[in-house]
């Protein structure tokens, strides 16, 4: 669904989470859509409005982007995502990141 690099994120909409850092942020495409889909103080995104948001973006035939902070797959629902777009018939690719000082 995207190309990742250390050149940077280069994608239509990238949904990320508040834990995503700023180094992270500047090496998504300045194009790209950002839309804030995780927890902040008194809001929580549920788990179906952002999988219906990562499907309505794929179905487009938009690049899109689960930017998240942390392991995904541990603390993120990264796997429910996942499954539930490949349910859909949409490919998935897992890059996992690493740390930035």
Not at 2 to 10: L, N, P
Not at 11 to 17: D, M, Q, R, T
């Amino acid at each position: 669904m995207c190309s990742w690099s250390k050149d940077g994120v280069a994608a239509a909409s990238v949904g990320l989470e508040m834990l995503v850092s700023n180094d992270v942020l500047e090496l998504v495409d300045s194009g790209a859509r950002l839309l804030y889909v995780g927890k902040t103080a008194g809001y929580h995104s549920r788990t179906q409005v952002i999988h219906e948001l990562l499907l309505s973006f794929a179905e487009a035939g938009a690049n899109v982007v689960r930017l998240k902070g942390g392991d995904p797959l541990v603390f993120g629902r990264g796997g429910e995502e996942m499954d539930f777009l490949r349910q859909q018939g949409i490919e998935v690719n897992v890059i996992p990141g690493t740390m930035i000082d």
